[in-house]
Nanobody, 122 residues
Framework: QLQLVESGGGLVQPGETLTLSCAAPGFTLDDYAIAWFRQAPGKEREGVSC????????TYADSVKGRFTISRDNANHTVYLQMNSLKPEDTAIYYCAIDKFYYCSGTASDYWGQGTQVTVSS
């Protein structure tokens, strides 16, 4: 059964960098757009970024534009989210999900990872 696995979360200080990874062991993600979402305590889940199956199209939430970069390595069936200049307000559980389509439609499928905690604190 397809299962997404996120990794790379942790505790960092403001201004530091983390890179999250999303993979599906035993499956290839090459045919799908992949999105990152996050949910902070007491807040609704929000879309952070998305990358099309080809990698040619990427989207970002305004709150992370210019600081986060999404990329994919289809040879290794992995999607990355590099997060630079992290702020305390970036603290959340980060999830990756398969989009319903090969492009970033904004609609996630039923396939989600279990999430990885990112905490930004001094």
């Amino acid at each position: 059964q397809l299962q997404l696995v996120e990794s790379g979360g942790g505790l960092v200080q403001p201004g530091e960098t983390l890179t999250l990874s999303c993979a599906a062991p035993g499956f290839t993600l090459d045919d799908y757009a992949i999105a990152w979402f996050r949910q902070a305590p007491g807040k609704e889940r929000e879309g952070v970024s998305c990358i099309s199956s080809s990698g040619r199209t990427t989207t970002y939430a305004d709150s992370v534009k210019g600081r986060f970069t999404i990329s994919r390595d289809n040879a290794n069936h992995t999607v990355y989210l590099q997060m630079n200049s992290l702020k305390p307000e970036d603290t959340a559980i980060y999830y990756c999900a398969i989009d319903k389509f090969y492009y970033c439609s904004g609609t996630a499928s039923d396939y989600w990872g279990q999430g990885t905690q990112v905490t930004v604190s001094s």
